[in-house]
């Protein structure tokens, strides 16, 4: 089970998309329980204190539920577009300040991390991050 502890180590726009995620799915739910207890009011008149908290406890049971269930909101298919950091590819065009490199038999454009650092074609580097569409590299360690 994957930890609290990993959600936080996740980049702020990835936790956005997971809390997003996760409370647009509470929503509808939510809103039908608020229904429900409204339409129960009309008919054997439940008292307005009772409904409050009736709501307020069944949020936060989600926020309670959320730190179990947050992974199963994480879109997998985002996370595997991407190399991963620490995988290995191969420089194709010259990357002086930005150039071209095959990882996993897909093109990607690359700059390396250490500025003035010029990766020649042929050689050998790991991921070390990324800028948008735009890998992070540096040169392999032998």
Not at 16 to 41: A, C, H, N, S
């Amino acid at each position: 089970m994957k930890s609290l502890k990993q959600f936080k180590a996740y980049a702020w726009k990835d936790k956005k998309r997971v809390l997003i995620r996760y409370t647009l799915f509470q929503l509808p739910e939510t809103g039908i329980i608020i229904i429900i207890l409204l339409i129960l009011d009309r008919w054997i008149n439940i008292p307005p204190w009772f409904v409050l908290s009736f709501t307020v406890l069944w949020i936060l049971k989600d926020i309670i539920a959320f730190p179990f269930v947050w992974h199963a909101y994480i879109d997998p298919v985002a996370d595997s577009r991407y190399p991963q950091v620490g995988e290995e590819g191969i420089v194709m065009e010259k990357c002086a300040s930005r150039g071209y490199v095959v990882i996993q038999g897909e093109y990607w454009e690359a700059e390396p991390v250490e500025k003035g650092v010029c990766l020649n074609k042929g050689e050998r580097v790991v991921v070390a991050g990324r800028k948008g569409l735009v890998l992070m590299i540096r040169a392999k360690e032998n």
